[in-house]
C-alpha cells in the first residue's frame, strides 16, 4: 500500500511518514465541520455533520493506509472515499428534487453500502467504482449549481466555486508530477506532493462543506415559476 505515493515505504505507525501526518488534514477539516455545525444553530445541519464524519473517515482511513497499514486498510481507505463522493452526489439531487434530510442520508447509506460491497467483493475495479461516484457527484453539483444561478442570491458565491475548483486542480496536477515515477518524485524528501495533495483536497472539500452543504435547502434547485399577468 501506498507504493505509488512516491514516499519511501519504512515500518511502525508511520511508515510513510509525510503521507500519514498529511492524512490528518481531513479529520481535522472533517471534525471542524462537525463542531461548527453543533455550535451554531443557524447552521445546524444533520447532513453537515455526517458530511463532518464521513471526512473525518477518509482523513483516517488515508493515515491507516500510509501508516500502519492493517490489513483490509484498502477497503476502508477506498470505500470511505467513495462514500464521500457519493454524499457529494446526494445532497446535489437531493437539493434538485426536494427530497428531506431523511431521504437523502437514506440514499447515501444504500450507494455507500453497495459500493463497499463492490470494493470488497472487487477490490480490483476500485479506480472504477470511484471514477463513476466522482463523475455522479460532478454532474449533481453542476446541475444544481446550473439551478442555483437563477436564483439572485447565489451569483456571488460563484467565486466560491473557482476556488474549489482552482484547489482541487492543483491537487491534482501535484500528485501527478510527485507520483511514483513522476518528475518530482523524491522518496526519502519530507516534501512529498501526495501530502501536498491531501492539504488542498481537504481544503477543497471542507470550504464545499461549509459553504454549501451547510447551506443547502431541498428547494435550491427549483427555478422559481413566472408570476401569471
Same mark, same amino acid.
Given at each position: ?89 446526494? &445532497? *446535489?439531487?437531493? #437539493? /434538485? @428534487? ?10 447515501? $447509506?444504500? +450507494?455507500?453500502? %453497495? ?19 466522482? &463523475? *455522479?457527484?460532478? #454532474? /449533481? @453539483? ?10 439572485? $442570491?447565489? +451569483?456571488?458565491? %460563484? ?71
Amino acid at each position: 500500500m501506498g507504493q505509488s505515493d512516491c514516499e519511501h515505504i519504512g515500518a511502525g505507525l508511520l511508515a510513510q511518514p509525510t503521507n500519514t501526518v498529511s492524512s490528518l488534514a481531513f479529520v481535522i477539516c472533517g471534525l471542524w465541520l462537525v463542531g461548527t455545525s453543533v455550535r451554531h444553530q443557524r447552521r445546524e445541519s444533520i447532513l453537515l455533520i455526517v458530511y463532518g464524519f464521513t471526512m473525518a473517515t477518509v482523513g483516517l482511513g488515508s493515515f491507516a493506509f500510509h501508516g500502519p497499514m492493517p490489513r483490509g486498510t484498502q477497503l476502508v481507505h477506498d470505500a470511505s472515499v467513495a462514500a464521500l463522493l457519493l454524499l457529494v452526489a446526494v &445532497v *446535489a439531487l437531493g #437539493a /434538485s @428534487e426536494g427530497w428531506d434530510d431523511r431521504r437523502v442520508l437514506t440514499i447515501f $447509506g444504500l +450507494g455507500a453500502g %453497495i459500493a463497499t460491497a463492490l470494493l470488497g467483493i472487487f477490490p480490483q475495479a476500485s479506480n472504477a467504482v470511484l471514477a463513476a461516484v466522482f &463523475v *455522479a457527484a460532478t #454532474a /449533481s @453539483e453542476a446541475r444544481r449549481l446550473t439551478g442555483r444561478q437563477s436564483n439572485p $442570491g447565489w +451569483g456571488g458565491r %460563484i467565486r466560491l466555486y473557482w476556488i474549489v475548483v482552482a484547489l482541487v486542480a492543483m491537487a491534482v496536477i501535484v500528485n501527478t508530477i510527485g507520483r511514483t515515477g513522476g518528475l518530482l518524485c523524491e522518496p526519502t524528501s519530507l516534501l512529498q506532493w501526495h501530502a501536498v495533495w491531501h492539504v488542498f483536497t481537504a481544503a477543497a472539500l471542507g470550504i464545499y462543506g461549509y459553504h454549501v452543504v451547510g447551506n443547502v435547502k431541498p428547494t435550491d434547485n427549483r427555478i422559481p415559476s413566472q408570476r401569471s399577468s
